[in-house]
């Protein structure tokens, strides 16, 4: 554990030294003028137009359409919409319910209206949506562009589109949702059941046709018919027509995207001092692709990005050090978790006494605050504090609080009475990162101290995403990201029923092995959107039990940090998918000396 640490100071030190190497002298003055400046700044006057709001892509996206290809596609907040978004009105700007950092806190976060002004379900697997009028096809000065010609969004675009989607002409096979989720897929229907109105019937896996379809997730976009019609698809960036807010103009594969503001853009600011006001504020967007992250910090720190998420605790330590004048949001994100191969008999993992007794051997405070300096939340797993079915630890039953008090005698009782006195010899799959192997290096030196060895079998990048990405099974242990972080009553349940590649520990698989989670699976399927308190009642039973049956071993996890410069206004730490709520205070970034 001191190694540990001591490894963690060093890192941070590198990296500090880095960070500093790469500020000239130059720099330094530049620092100096924007302290002596920094009187100068004027008072907030309310929300301004022009500028550019500049962030990182990690890497080029992989498809631009998501009907060419099962992969999502690209360009959703900016050239694209949905029926249905996260909704701005729960964020900081307003009742403050989510931040969505990680991600929506809960269902209702996801119903802030998009191309759909408002919707209903009568019945279950019945969505009527109404289309929202005035809403215009951007007028891009490009092929695609000339073919819409600016025209006014109707419910026969929708259906189209919809049609095009679903491969219901057969020349979308490839449609992620057909290659995803095709038992949504074959069986949704749509009809235009008013001038600017679509019903959409979703007959099989209700939560998770709302998640693809009428919330939208990574998969559902409104497309350009005429460009379609006439392309084939859209997988070209050439022919992104959307009714966004930003107009794609350029990209650079491996460099930039550069987008300008949408002058027919349909949305008002709905709240704050802008109310009212035409959308989006900053005359362009660009995107900068940086798969380096030194480089991007550099970049952050230099005010050629004006905003960074998901930054780790070390390089957040890093721009507090360096660039003090930057504003942050602390939140918690996705959590590795040790999943156990459950459905083999002859496996000690079958035997929850063993599960218990993993937990009971692993010192999860001292985790938390030691490798991460207290900088972690020690429960995570199945839910984080962000969401709202998320039960602290002392709001959990004894048995599960137990679990999390480490106890190496009680473990060695629990693996003897389930015939294991000498202990077990297991291997865990793991990435080949450094952060990862470290992890699992202390949770090894923890389980030897109750006769269980382990042996880490690394994988490269390409090999683990096979077990990670496509379900391949495994026959021991598996070291994974899971999710909680976020709202997806879709994905949540994929955690712990069926064949989804998320359940690794195999949980009610198949569906009905379990019976008191296909109980509760039933009730969440009967009461969504009807009674969601009572769906969120039921979401804390099958966290209370699969945490007490130790499904899976949840390590703490870190915060991540959200960075941004202060002239980036009515921004709150929350990513780029409200980022035509921002605005640029001009005025502020000169005096800064940017």
């Known amino acids: 554990m001191n190694r540990k640490i001591l490894w963690l100071v060093v890192s941070s030190l590198m990296v500090l030294s880095l960070v500093m190497a790469a500020c000239g002298p130059a720099e330094e003055e530049g620092e100096e003028e924007g302290e002596v400046a920094e009187e100068e700044v004027v008072e907030d006057t309310g929300p301004k137009y022009g500028g550019t709001i500049t962030y990182r892509l990690a890497s080029d996206p992989g498809n631009f359409d998501s009907a060419s290809q099962p992969r999502g ?11 249905m978004g996260s909704d701005w009105l729960r964020g900081p700007a307003d009742q403050g319910v989510s931040n969505f950092a990680a991600g929506a806190g809960s269902i209702e976060d996801s119903f802030g209206p998009q191309i759909a002004e408002s919707w209903e379900m009568p019945e279950k697997g019945v969505w009527i949506l109404n289309i929202r009028q005035g809403v215009h096809w951007q007028p891009v000065d490009s092929e695609a562009g000339d073919l819409m ?5 109707t419910v026969d675009d929708i259906i189209y589109g919809f049609d095009y989607l679903f491969n219901r002409d057969g020349n979308s096979p490839e449609s992620w949702i057909v290659r995803g989720q095709s038992a949504v897929a074959e069986s949704a229907t749509i009809e235009k059941t008013g001038p600017w109105q679509v019903t959409i019937r979703t007959p099989e896996e209700v939560m998770t046709a709302f998640a693809w379809v009428i919330q939208g997730a990574g998969f559902y976009r409104v497309y350009p018919p005429e460009v379609i019609a006439k392309y084939g698809d859209v997988s070209k960036w050439e022919n992104a027509v959307g009714t966004g807010p930003y107009m794609l103009l350029d990209y650079v594969e491996g460099s930039q995207f550069l987008f300008e503001k949408n002058p027919i853009y349909w949305e008002k600011d ?9 959308l989006p504020y900053a005359d362009t967007l660009t995107q900068l692709i940086i798969p380096d992250l030194s480089t991007t ?8 990005l004006d905003l960074q998420s998901a930054v780790t605790l070390t390089d957040a330590q890093t721009q507090w050090q360096t660039t003090p004048e930057l504003e942050y949001l602390q939140y918690g994100t996705g959590m590795y978790g040790i999943g156990m191969a459950q459905d083999f008999e002859d496996n000690p993992y079958s035997d929850f006494r063993v599960r218990q007794a993993l937990m009971l051997a692993t010192d999860f405070e001292a985790i938390q605050r030691d490798y991460y300096d207290g900088e972690a939340e020690m429960i995570a797993w199945p839910a984080n504090p962000s969401l709202i079915f998320y039960e602290s630890l002392d709001e ?4 599960v609080q137990e679990l999390y008090q480490y106890n190496p005698e009680r473990a060695k009782e629990l693996l003897t009475e389930a015939g294991y006195p000498d202990g077990f010899k297991t291997s865990i799959i793991v990435q080949s990162t450094p952060e990862r192997i470290d992890e699992l290096s202390i949770i090894k030196d923890m389980w030897a101290k109750v006769g269980v060895e382990v042996v880490l ?9 096979a077990f990670t990405g496509a379900g391949v099974p495994y026959e021991e242990m598996l070291y994974r990201v899971f999710g909680g972080s976020y709202f997806n009553m879709h994905l949540y349940q994929a955690f712990t029923r069926g064949t989804a590649i998320l359940n690794v520990s195999h949980i009610n698989n198949p569906p009905g092995t379990d019976p008191y989670l296909e109980e509760l699976f039933l009730e969440q399927e009967e009461y969504l959107f009807v009674d969601m308190p009572r769906v969120y009642e039921a979401v804390k039973k099958v966290n209370r039990y699969v945490m007490e ?4 071993i949840p390590l703490p996890v870190p915060y991540r940090y959200s960075f941004w410069w202060p002239w980036l206004k009515n921004y709150y730490g929350q990513g780029t998918g409200f980022i035509r709520y921002a605005w640029i205070d001009q005025d502020m970034k000169k005096s800064m000396g940017y």
């Open 396 to 399: 959990l039953p004894q048995s």
């Open 297 to 304: 910090y550099a970049a952050l720190r230099t005010g050629k």
């Open 457 to 465: 079998n690394i994988k490269e990048s390409g090999a683990y995403r």
């Open 270 to 278: 709905p709240v704050g001092p802008g109310e009212g006001n035409q």
């Open 549 to 552: 049956k130790a499904f899976v």
């Open 73 to 83: 596609g690209a360009l959703v907040g900016t050239v694209y919409q949905q029926f």
């Open 149 to 153: 010609g600016g025209r006014e969004l």
